[in-house]
């Protein structure tokens, strides 16, 4: 993961584990929660699009190393396209 | 720790906030002109925003000690009506020297439109022309990473800007390596759900560091919360990180940035004015 040099210091992993065991759990808890109500709700959105971006999602998380935030964003971004001035008729200044 | 809230909308705030806020810490504050939460029918009702922002606000604030800044435009969910925009637009100068005024902003856009874009590149036409300082808004969701892009490519596509002098606010993990390589400053907002946490921003300040980093609360009309800079800051410090880069980061950095603008008189806090010792004697 690149970091800028000018970053400070981060705590060490294990104080990091520590302090957020319990936070990032009950995160987990809501997570698991929240797709058990949206399997027990009437109907079924397992073909809606956004549920395949949580499924992008949460295997990003599982598979990448470093980034995953960031990563994660892109997965929910509609996608950049250089041209978009021509689309739009858009000279520059 | 005293700080200072670089993007907040106290018109949006109650009397009550201001005084939490001095309690907490805050002593300065500069507030972007934005979308009231409904349509305004006509130019002359943002001539009245713009009064409220350069008079009432300020005023209000002082009751605290707190100093209050604000920043003009027509916002980008409004700026979809060119006509309006541009008659707001033509408003925009002659409140430019009042007291207190930094510049243009915030600025940006909101569905990535070629309206939005339009409009946006008046604003930078009128605050090139006029030397003025900017602040970028930039959308929410889905549309941050593509609307980031594109404004980033309008205000790298103009030669007259000087990137340090432009803050490009509400940068989340996907958008703050653009803007901070590109030489801009950038403002990150504690926001629940659509934005930034504490915990978020901390991070972003591990990988990146502080140079021209700020944070916000952006607090407004919504859920939102404007003691969120308090929240950023203990943060920090629970993770151990030393006062002086916390200080930085949501106090000195958002002086260096905005004492470039002509319209920043910033009396630190440190400093008691002769009105008040002569009250006090």
Known sequence: ?93 | MYYFDPHIHMVSRTTDDYETLAKMGCVGMSEPAFWAGFDRGSAESFADYFRQLTQFEPTRAAQYRVQHYTWLCINAKEAEDVKLSREVLSLIPEFLDKPGVLGIGEIGLNKNTKNEATVFLDHLELAASLQQQILIHTPHLEDKFQGTKMILDMLCDDQRLDHHRVLVDHVEEHTIRDVLENGFWAGMTLYPVSKCTPARAADMVELYGPERLMVNSAGDWGPSKPTAVPDFILEMRRRGHPESLIRKIVYENPLEFFRQSKGFDFTPPEIVLPAEIKNES
């Open chain 1, 1 to 93: 993961m690149d970091v800028s040099p000018n970053a400070p210091r981060m705590m060490p992993a294990e104080a990091v584990l520590d302090r957020e065991y319990l936070e990032i759990r009950a995160k987990l808890l809501e997570v698991a929660a929240s797709f058990d109500r949206l399997e027990r709700g009437d109907g079924s959105v397992d073909s809606d699009p956004r549920m395949q971006q949580f499924r992008d999602a949460m295997q990003m998380i599982l598979n990448s190393t470093g980034n995953r935030a960031e990563q994660l964003q892109l997965i929910f971004s509609r996608s950049y396209a250089a041209d978009w001035r021509r689309t739009f008729q858009l000279s520059s200044p």
